[in-house]
């Protein structure tokens, strides 16, 4: 069983940041919306907190389909957000694909939305190091500045104003929450949940993400091979029109199996060659 306090923490932090919230946009809060079961359980306390919002699910054309007809059964109140250029677009148009280091990716796809209001986010310390080191109340693009929401409520109508036009403020409620909370108050709430994770998958959300480990990206390499070969012709444009990766000379496929690897490039390919010395 989730501990009682952890719950009434999150929905005690929900109710002190309505205010706020309400101030910048009278939908009152942004709730970052996946369909993953983080966001759920986001969904849930913002009800039984009792606060305003509005759900968003910013659409990457990565999406799983099983993850899509999930969110439109379950979620049919949450709005679904079309980007102006898919994936494979944007692969061409930045001229490389997405990595850990550089995920633009998300930045376009994901990370533009709710602007200028208070946003919900479904994020957890125990997910990475990088995520145990986030504040639960900052401002967007002001990395490691963490606030009180105190200070927030005092400041005046101009400088909430300022704030509104420039930046958003992201409140993460479960940032404490570990992976057995968060299965337990599913659970404990009857939720249905997306059937993607009985089939192995540990996180969800976009097909080949660069934090995904490599079982998922192998999942789905076999159930959905349309999307690979989708991937593949925009890497083929790259070769052919930005020399994309010519210092290993490598095929379109040479190129997405170490995309899948989570290995670095020049250490991938070095034994790559080597092997193909061998024989």
């Given at each position: 069983?989730i501990?009682?306090?952890?719950?009434?923490?999150?929905?005690a932090l929900?109710k002190k940041?309505?205010?706020?919230?309400l101030k910048m946009?009278?939908?009152g809060f942004?709730?970052a919306f996946?369909?993953?079961?983080d966001?759920?359980?986001?969904?849930?306390?913002?009800k039984?907190?009792?606060?305003?919002?509005?759900?968003?699910?910013q659409?990457?054309?990565?999406?799983?389909?099983e993850?899509?007809?999930?969110?439109?059964?379950n979620y049919p109140?949450?709005k679904?957000n079309l980007?102006?250029?898919?994936?494979y677009k944007?692969i061409r148009?930045?001229?490389?694909?997405p990595l850990?280091?550089?995920r633009y990716?998300?930045a376009?796809l994901?990370?533009?939305?709710?602007r200028?209001s208070?946003?919900l986010?479904?994020?957890?310390a125990?997910?990475?190091v990088?995520?145990?080191?986030?504040?639960?109340?900052?401002?967007?693009?002001?990395?490691?500045?963490?606030?009180?929401?105190?200070?927030?409520?005092?400041?005046s109508?101009?400088e909430h104003q300022?704030i509104s036009?420039?930046d958003s403020i992201?409140?993460?409620p479960?940032l404490r929450?570990s992976d057995?909370?968060?299965?337990?108050f599913?659970r404990?709430?009857?939720?249905?949940?997306?059937?993607?994770?009985d089939?192995?998958h540990?996180r969800?959300g976009?097909?080949?993400?660069?934090m995904?480990?490599?079982?998922?990206k192998?999942l789905?390499?076999?159930?959905?091979?349309?999307v690979?070969?989708?991937?593949?012709?925009s890497?083929q444009?790259?070769i052919?029109?930005k020399?994309?990766?010519?210092?290993h000379?490598a095929?379109?496929?040479e190129?997405f199996?170490w995309w899948c690897?989570?290995q670095?490039?020049a250490?991938?390919?070095?034994?790559l060659?080597n092997?193909m010395k061998m024989?």
């Amino acid at each position: 069983m989730i501990p009682t306090q952890k719950i009434e923490y999150s929905i005690a932090l929900l109710k002190k940041a309505e205010p706020l919230a309400l101030k910048m946009d009278e939908r009152g809060f942004h709730l970052a919306f996946s369909g993953g079961k983080d966001s759920q359980v986001l969904y849930e306390l913002a009800k039984m907190a009792g606060v305003k919002f509005h759900a968003e699910m910013q659409v990457t054309t990565l999406d799983p389909p099983e993850l899509m007809k999930f969110v439109r059964n379950n979620y049919p109140d949450v709005k679904m957000n079309l980007p102006e250029m898919n994936f494979y677009k944007l692969i061409r148009e930045k001229g490389m694909l997405p990595l850990k280091q550089t995920r633009y990716c998300c930045a376009y796809l994901k990370e533009q939305a709710g602007r200028g209001s208070v946003r919900l986010i479904g994020i957890r310390a125990a997910e990475s190091v990088r995520r145990s080191k986030r504040p639960e109340v900052e401002i967007a693009g002001r990395k490691g500045d963490g606030y009180m929401l105190d200070q927030f409520n005092r400041t005046s109508e101009q400088e909430h104003q300022c704030i509104s036009g420039m930046d958003s403020i992201i409140i993460s409620p479960i940032l404490r929450w570990s992976d057995a909370d968060v299965w337990n108050f599913i659970r404990g709430k009857g939720l249905e949940y997306c059937s993607l994770y009985d089939k192995g998958h540990h996180r969800i959300g976009c097909m080949f993400c660069p934090m995904s480990n490599r079982k998922s990206k192998a999942l789905y390499r076999k159930d959905y091979p349309g999307v690979e070969r989708e991937i593949k012709k925009s890497i083929q444009w790259l070769i052919d029109n930005k020399d994309f990766m010519k210092d290993h000379n490598a095929t379109a496929d040479e190129v997405f199996d170490w995309w899948c690897s989570n290995q670095g490039a020049a250490q991938y390919f070095g034994r790559l060659r080597n092997q193909m010395k061998m024989f």
